[in-house]
Structure formats: structure tokens, C-alpha cells
């Protein structure tokens, strides 16, 4: 019986990053989900330029590999869409979304990127408190 573990797949991280508290927690995790693997995090932002020096700093003392796609849309389609394509591209690779949960009451109600997510998402989908 062989009991070799098959090697390690790279693994795509896909961030969604504000500028918020709850998107500076999903890009430290996505930091911790790393360590010691082979992969990527991949920061998208739906928003201003100047969240990409601000994560850059969060990022550049990690260690990890990371890159920046800014895109224009709805926020979770845009994450999709992201994730979509980095699997299209690397079909052997794993990709993941991680994201950070809303503390606004509003989101309870009308719903969050993190619910669209939940509902949509067509890869697997970390959502950090």
C-alpha cells in the first residue's frame, strides 16, 4: 500500500479588500493559510487606488507571493469572475476566495459580498469573522 501524500497544488488565494477592518483580517489570513505552501494571494479591489499602497504595506513584510487586480462592478461578481479566471488559467491549480464578514446591521438584512458569496461562489469561499 503506498501512503505517499501527492505533491502540493499551488494555491490561488483571491482576496477581497476594502480598506476595512474585516478586509485587513481576510488578507492576514490569507497570509496565515500560506505559510509553509506553494501559492498566490491574489488582492482584488473594487474601489480607490490608494487601497493597493495600503495593502502593499499590510503584504510586503508576509513573505508570500501577492499581486493586485483592481476591477470595476458589483463586488462579489467581480471576486467570482477573478477566481473564474485564475481557474481557466491554471486548471490544475486550487483557488480559494476569502473574504472578511460585514459588522454593518444593514448587512444582516439586505445581505453582504460575503452572502452573495456564499451563494455563488463557484470555488471554495473562507469568510473571516
Known sequence: M???MPP?????LVVGYDGSPPASRALDA???LLQGRIGRIDVVYVAEQELRAQAAGQLC???VAWQ???RQ???ADQLIAAATAIGETYPDENVAIIV???SHATH???GSVAVGLARHSPVPLIIVP
Not at 8 to 12: G, M
Open 2 to 4: 503506498n501512503t505517499a
Open 8 to 12: 502540493a497544488r499551488f494555491l490561488h
Open 30 to 32: 490569507a497570509v496565515r
Open 61 to 63: 513584510a508576509s513573505g
Open 68 to 70: 493586485f487586480e483592481r
Open 73 to 75: 462592478g458589483i463586488i
Open 100 to 102: 472578511g464578514s460585514s
Open 108 to 110: 444582516r438584512v439586505v
